[in-house]
């Protein structure tokens, strides 16, 4: 049985970072590609940021390019979300996801204070 665990949300001051984990139980990410998507009420999930597991190609979205980083670890089990110099429109419940399928972590609440 497939399953991830996002976790690592928080109150952050603006400016401030935090780091977001995504661990995987059943499978390892050879192969697949991992992305974190974020939601707030009223709008739809956007895409935040993605990574191939094999030659670690990344993609960012326009709004958080430079400031936000994803890597995946050795065991290929634990992907990472690192956000720096937080916005407050960053504020969002974040998910992860193995792209294209229908695994998805259950969220973690991300909240920025300015």
């Known amino acids: 049985d497939v399953q991830l665990q996002a976790s690592g949300g928080g109150l952050v001051q603006a400016g401030g970072s935090l780091r977001l984990s995504c661990a995987a139980s059943g499978l390892t990410f050879d192969d697949y590609a991992i992305a974190w998507f974020r939601q707030v009420p009223g709008k739809e999930r956007e895409g935040v940021a993605c990574?191939?597991?094999?030659?670690?190609?990344?993609l960012y979205g326009d709004s958080v390019k430079g400031r936000f980083a994803m890597s995946i670890d050795n065991t290929k089990t634990t992907g990472y979300l690192q956000m720096n110099f937080l916005k407050p429109e960053d504020a969002a419940v974040y998910y992860c996801n193995i792209y294209g399928t229908k695994y998805w972590g259950q969220g973690t609440l991300v909240t920025v204070s300015s």
């Open positions: 990574i191939s597991s094999g030659i670690r190609t990344t």
